[in-house]
């Protein structure tokens, strides 16, 4: 658990002459959010105040009020649960309902910042509240959020005071109460390690070897017994915790090989699980009477049944046995490079099994 203000600043101010800290280009590794909620908890003295003018605070369009108490659910945002900082937007709306008039309150967004709560009132967003403190801690892949000391900014209080007829009960700097948000991210950033197996199947590869067709990995892709490829775990790769999500940016490039005939590069390699396939650059030499280069796409397609298991203390998400079958295209140009006419590959066949362990930043 962290705890923000002078002292923390202190702290970053001495590590930065230092030198301890990352380096100014270094970039955050921002997740997008998929679940979570924001939770208001009400003080006593404002609810008090909002009823003994009848005034009633009335949860709608997804929001739930829960006596002294309002639920937000998320839906969106961004959070770096390494750093604690990030935002987590909200479905719902608040409005402040008296007997003639009502304030709504859409829009609202949990910032972690000393002003922490945010809201479209009217035609623009205004800033709702401040903090006294703001900790925050990691949740698994996620982060929760405590926010003590929630006071009222002065131009929330003035609106409130005109249109609701407040003027004098409603100041700023008015406790509000506290606030407690929580964020679990859609797909998270992953570190740089690990790598991406890929057990060759044993008819896949000896198709290869009667046609006298080489598999040479290129660094730092590796090919070792088995026989197995492997392609080390590239940056700006992302997986949600379900492996359901993301890409994974594989390093290195792999060369097929038929000595005085063809030659097959896969450049810019990835594993790309929203379309459930392993998709690379192809390069088809000598070009002519070969292709030459191709842009991306599918190399082979991802199966059903691998397995899939998360830890989220330990922030990590491995897949086994995901079994790999051959696409059209890959099979027509396999068979167009290395055995003209005689159809030796075919879409849907197997290639192999990908499994996998990685870890998010």
């Not at 970039?27 to 105040?49: D, E, H, M, T």
């Not at 639920?71 to 937007?89: H, K, M, N, Q």
């Not at 006071?151 to 606030?179: D, E, H, N, Y």
């Amino acid at each position: 658990m962290r705890l923000r203000g002078a002292f923390a600043a202190g702290v970053l101010a001495a590590a930065a002459a230092l030198g301890l800290l990352a380096p100014a280009g270094a970039s955050a590794a921002y997740n997008p959010v998929g679940s979570g909620a924001v939770k208001l908890l009400l003080a006593k003295p404002f609810v008090r105040i909002l009823a003994e003018n009848h005034i009633r605070i009335v949860a709608t369009e997804g929001a739930a009020r829960r006596g002294a108490s309002v639920v937000l659910p998320a839906a969106g945002g961004e959070i770096d649960s390494a750093l604690g900082a990030g935002t987590i937007e909200t479905e719902g709306a608040l409005s402040f309902v008296g007997a003639k008039k009502r304030v709504p309150f859409r829009e609202l967004t949990f910032k972690a910042k000393r002003a922490p709560l945010y809201a479209k009132v009217g035609g623009g967003q205004l800033k709702l509240a401040t903090a006294g403190r703001l900790r925050d801690r990691r949740v698994g892949f996620g982060s929760s959020f405590s926010v003590g000391d929630l006071r009222l900014t002065a131009k929330v209080a003035s609106r409130l005071g005109k249109k609701l007829g407040l003027r004098g009960s409603l100041r700023p700097g008015q406790l509000i109460g506290s606030l407690e948000a929580t964020a679990q991210p859609t797909t998270v950033q992953l570190r740089e390690e690990g790598r991406v197996q890929l057990a060759l199947d044993p008819a896949f590869k000896q198709k290869l070897d009667n046609l006298f067709v080489s598999l040479n990995p290129i660094s730092p892709a590796e090919l070792a017994a088995g026989p197995v490829l492997s392609f080390p775990v590239g940056p700006e790769s992302t997986l949600s915790p379900d492996a359901s999500a993301g890409t994974l940016k594989l390093g290195g490039l792999l060369e097929l090989l038929q000595l005085g005939n063809a030659q097959i590069f896969w450049r810019e390699v990835s594993l790309q699980s929203d379309s459930n396939s392993l998709l690379a650059e192809t390069d088809v030499e000598p070009s002519p009477p070969h292709p030459g280069k191709q842009p991306q796409a599918p190399l082979v397609s991802l199966q059903p049944g691998a397995l899939v298991a998360a830890d989220p203390a330990a922030r990590t998400i491995a897949v086994s046995g995901e079994a790999v079958a051959l696409t059209a295209a890959t099979a027509t140009a396999l068979n167009d490079a290395f055995a003209p006419s005689q159809n030796v590959f075919a879409a849907g066949e197997a290639v192999g099994t990908i499994s996998f362990s990685v870890r998010s930043q």
